[in-house]
């Protein structure tokens, strides 16, 4: 059964770093198109970043472009999201997702979802 679990969350003061992994197991998902998307309290499930199977091309919400960057090595079946110069309303539960289809910001077309992963800026 195809498993995605996400991990590198954590706490961290804004201006600071975290690396979030999502590892996965199950099925090959080098041609998948891989997302994050983040869930804060009280908010709808938000689109952060998606990447094609071909690793050339990447997308991301405004609110994260040129702090986030997301990436994949489909040797190791891992995708990941460097995150940046951390802001308090980054704070969130983030999840990673995958689809057998092109890149989407929309979470209803992805298939694969993991667990998700806390990551908390305090100010």
């Known amino acids: 059964q195809a498993q995605l679990v996400e991990s590198g969350g954590g706490l961290v003061q804004a201006g600071g770093s975290l690396r979030l992994s999502c590892a996965a197991s199950?099925?090959?998902?080098?041609?998948?198109?891989m997302g994050w998307f983040r869930q804060a309290p009280g908010k709808e499930r938000e689109f952060v970043a998606a990447?094609?199977?071909?690793?050339?091309?990447?997308y991301y919400a405004n609110s994260v472009k040129g702090r986030f960057t997301i990436s994949r090595d489909n040797a190791k079946n891992t995708v990941y999201l460097q995150m940046n110069s951390l802001k308090p309303e980054d704070t969130a539960v983030y999840y990673c997702?995958?689809?057998?289809?092109?890149?989407?910001?929309?979470?209803?077309?992805?298939?694969?979802w993991g667990q998700g992963t806390q990551v908390t800026v305090s100010s």
């Open positions: 997702a995958g689809q057998p289809g092109d890149y989407s910001e929309y979470a209803g077309v992805y298939n694969y």
């Open positions: 199950g099925r090959t998902f080098s041609s998948y198109a």
């Open positions: 990447i094609r199977w071909s690793n050339r091309n990447t």
